[in-house]
């Protein structure tokens, strides 16, 4: 890929995207090959399949594959030199691992410059082995970063629902699966309803976490902000929690 896009002897970056991108529609940027731009972002696609960590900054510049600018072409350049120093990390998969599911959720609130829609983001964990995850713009625009966490905790229980029936195809039944939540507005709407003049704007749907909870299908658990692994997909971060964060993924160094 990056001898494709002639990237090959550019200088590694040490994360895929700067604090300091704010990504907007540039309609005063000069405009750039919209055929190479979508080109890369294709490429970067096909490898989230396997990172993660880069998740979160391609789905973004992919927003701008209609009219691409300078500004989006350096964004995702500086995903391939992200790329280029890190081509030795992977994910793990140890043999053995037990098979407790845990989902990890997590929000931006507002956090995108064009529309200030929130991102939201999923991972989902199989003892230490990454199984599902994504990072994806809300629908609906949240009024308050209760309801932001609150429509990506109602996104993580579809995904342990999910799960827990696929594993009863297998023979396995899984007791109630927590889901990781930093928010302590969202854990205590999936509890009890009393907040109702807060969630009045919430679509009908993501009541169903509550319902959820009541049947014992899942639980909401609190996590720290600093160790909520659901943070990588949703904004860029400083070098020291995206490492760590990336760590937590179970993106380790390959050995032979």
Known sequence: MLKKFGLEDSKPMKTPMSMETKLTKDEEGESVDNTKYRGMIGSLL????????????????????????????????RIFRYVKGT??????????????????????????????????????????????????KQTALAISTTEAEYVSAGKACQQALWMKQALVDYGISLDDIPIMCDNKGAIDLSKNPVQHSRTKHIEIRHHFLRDNVQKGNISIEKVSSEDNIADILTKPLKREPFNYLRLGLGMMEQID
């Open 46 to 77: 096909y490898l989230t399949a396997s990172r993660p960590d880069i998740m979160f900054s391609v789905c973004l510049c992919a927003r701008f594959q209609e009219d691409p600018k300078t500004s989006h072409l350096e964004a995702v350049k």
């Open 87 to 136: 081509t030795h990390l992977g994910l793990w998969y140890p043999k053995g691992s037990d098979i407790e599911t845990v989902v990890y959720a997590d929000s931006d609130h507002a956090g995108d410059y064009v529309d200030r829609k929130s991102t939201s983001g999923i991972c989902t964990f199989m003892g230490c082995c990454l199984t599902s995850w994504f990072s994806k």
